[in-house]
Structures are given as structure tokens and as C-alpha cells.
């Protein structure tokens, strides 16, 4: 497992990053001094990942305070980074509410890395014996801070010996698929190759995916999720072709105030990632209907239709 705090790290002065942008060519670290630097970080993916941007938000509000910033002025500005991972505002609204900032920020830290570490114990039984799943963008270490939410499962499901092979796509635009997720298989020994998105359905149609595994960026009361663009077009041809989708969260992840997906923010991002030439539209997530989903697995156990029943949420069945 890549080490929490190689990841990202809180120190005296500085917020530390291993940036993501560089991988996997280079393993560099990116220093942030300002709540300000920390907030382009994250728009700019060199720390990326739901609850990886929920943790480098709460160090950078931990870093302004202690450096003498404007304490609401770094509230505002880290939450307006990146608006649909709702795991940044919750782990703000976090440290923003405890006396010594720093000591919550590092208890979030280690937290989640619990949190899918229990949740990839929960997501074993999914797994078959010789089970070749596919995955989509990446929910690793990298994303989560330190173990991994859909990796982690899979890591789970290959250590216990039912996981054959990963299909990873390379996931469209930025490549999170072929540059991160690929990456950290290959740190852990696992089997996989990397797939152009538009080769999903036919290696589905030639049998060669038993299961899709995502992680999410945000889960509305009824199920339905944002993650990273294509995990909808996955979810509909899992569905066609009979295969179960499992999604990989956190309950940091949870978004109890959203009814539905419909209600969730989707960021749009510069064009310029797709080419630099035509007009370009660039949106970052889509969001997955609850209904094609046939679980989603969470440190609390795992959660079967209707989700709004089952969830671990405020005036649900499944609140712990």
C-alpha cells in the first residue's frame, strides 16, 4: 500500500503532495505554502480523488490558520476548487468547527484511510473465484489518501485469492486510468491491461469482464453517482449485458441534503484538455442512475437497492 503521508502530508509550514500530474514518469512531491496554492493543486490535479481533495482541503485550512490567513478567506477559496466531490466541503466544515484544526485534519486522514480499508474487507464476498473485473478512472491510494476505495476491493479480492485479471480503462481525458490506476497494480503485483474506454462493451460482449468496480465522487439518497465521466456509459452496458456494477465509497462520499443525482453539481472543465484547436466541451463527472447499480459498498457494509432505505443516512434504514 503507498504510504499515507507520501501521499499527502501537513507539515509546520507547507502542505506536501506527490503530484499526480507526473506520474507515473516521476514520483515528485509539490510543496504548497498558502491556502491559495493548496486550492490550484487541486483544481489542477496534482492532488485529485474525492477523498484525497477532501483531506489536502482540511490541510490547507490547517496550514492558513496556523500561518496567520484569513481563516473564512481559506474556507472559501479551497471550497471553491472543485465543486462535485462533496468530500470537500464535508471535511472542511470538519476542521473548520474544531479548536486545533491541524489535529482534526490528520484524525481525517487516518480515518479514511480506515474507512476503505473496511469497506475493501466488505466488498470481498462480491468477488468470485477467477473474477476479471474492469474499472474506470482511478479510486487508489492516490484518490483516497492512502489505501483506495474500488482498488482497494480489487487489492482485497486479489489477496484473498479471487481476482484474476483488471480490465483498466484508460479513462478519458486526462488518462487517470492508464497513468494512476495502472500504475498502482503494477506497485501491487496484480494482473491487468490497460483499454481504451470505447473497448468496454466489446470486451463485455466477448465475456471478458465478470464485474465493474468504480469508486464515486458523490451519492445522492436514492443511489444515483457522480464519478468520473464515462462510468454512466459503463453502468448501461454492464446492465445490457448482465453484469453487476459495484461502487466503492466512503460515507464521506454520501450526500444526505441531494434527493437525486439530478441534484449534483457536475464540474466543466477547460476544453483545452481535449484539444487545442476546436471548440470543446469538457464536462469532468456524469452521474450513474441508483438503478444500475447493483451494491455500493461503504465502511459500514454493503448496501443493496433501494438506497434510500439501505444507505447509512440520516432517517434511513441504514444509518448506523
Keep these: 500500500m503507498l504510504d499515507p503521508e507520501r501521499i499527502l502530508r501537513l507539515e509546520d509550514d507547507r502542505v506536501v503532495f506527490l503530484d499526480q500530474r507526473r506520474l507515473p514518469g516521476e514520483e515528485v ?23 484525497s481533495i477532501g483531506i489536502a482541503a482540511a490541510y490547507g485550512y490547517a496550514l492558513a490558520v496556523r500561518v496567520g490567513e484569513d481563516p473564512e478567506r481559506a474556507a472559501r477559496v479551497l471550497a471553491g476548487s472543485r465543486p462535485t466531490a462533496v468530500n470537500l466541503t464535508w471535511a472542511l466544515g470538519e476542521v473548520r468547527g474544531a479548536s486545533d484544526p491541524a489535529a482534526r485534519a490528520r484524525a481525517l486522514h487516518r480515518e479514511e484511510v480506515e474507512r476503505c480499508r473496511r469497506m475493501s474487507d466488505h466488498a470481498v464476498p462480491l468477488f468470485a473465484h477467477g473474477t476479471r473485473a474492469l474499472t474506470h478512472c482511478n479510486a487508489g491510494g492516490l484518490a483516497t489518501a492512502g489505501h483506495g476505495s474500488a482498488v482497494g476491493a480489487l487489492r482485497a479480492a486479489w489477496a484473498a485469492g479471487l481476482l484474476e485479471r483488471v480490465l483498466v480503462d484508460e479513462t478519458r481525458p486526462l488518462l487517470q486510468g492508464s497513468r494512476l490506476t495502472a500504475w498502482e497494480l503494477e506497485q501491487a503485483g496484480i494482473p491487468h491491461a490497460v483499454i481504451a474506454d470505447s473497448a468496454a462493451a466489446h470486451m463485455m460482449s466477448r465475456g471478458e469482464v465478470d464485474c465493474v468496480v468504480t469508486g464515486a465522487d458523490r451519492i445522492a439518497r436514492n443511489g444515483d453517482t457522480a464519478n468520473k465521466i464515462g462510468t ?19 460515507t464521506s462520499t454520501l450526500d444526505p441534503s441531494l434527493e437525486s443525482g439530478a441534484e449534483i453539481p457536475i464540474e466543466e472543465r477547460d476544453g483545452a484538455e481535449i484539444t487545442g484547436r476546436f471548440p470543446a466541451l469538457n464536462p469532468a463527472f456524469d452521474v450513474t442512475p441508483g438503478g444500475l447499480i447493483s451494491a455500493i459498498v461503504t465502511e459500514e457494509g454493503v448496501h443493496r437497492p433501494p438506497y434510500v432505505d439501505s444507505l447509512p443516512l440520516p432517517g434511513g434504514r441504514g444509518a448506523a
Excluded at 509539490?30 to 480523488?49: F, K, P, Q
Excluded at 453502468?235 to 466503492?248: G, I, S
Design 29 to 51: 512531491e509539490l510543496e504548497c505554502r498558502s491556502a491559495d496554492e493548496v486550492a490550484e493543486a487541486i483544481r489542477t490535479l496534482a492532488v485529485r480523488g474525492a477523498p
Design 232 to 250: 454512466y456509459s459503463l453502468a448501461v452496458l454492464a446492465f445490457h449485458h448482465k453484469l453487476p456494477l459495484y461502487v466503492v465509497a466512503p
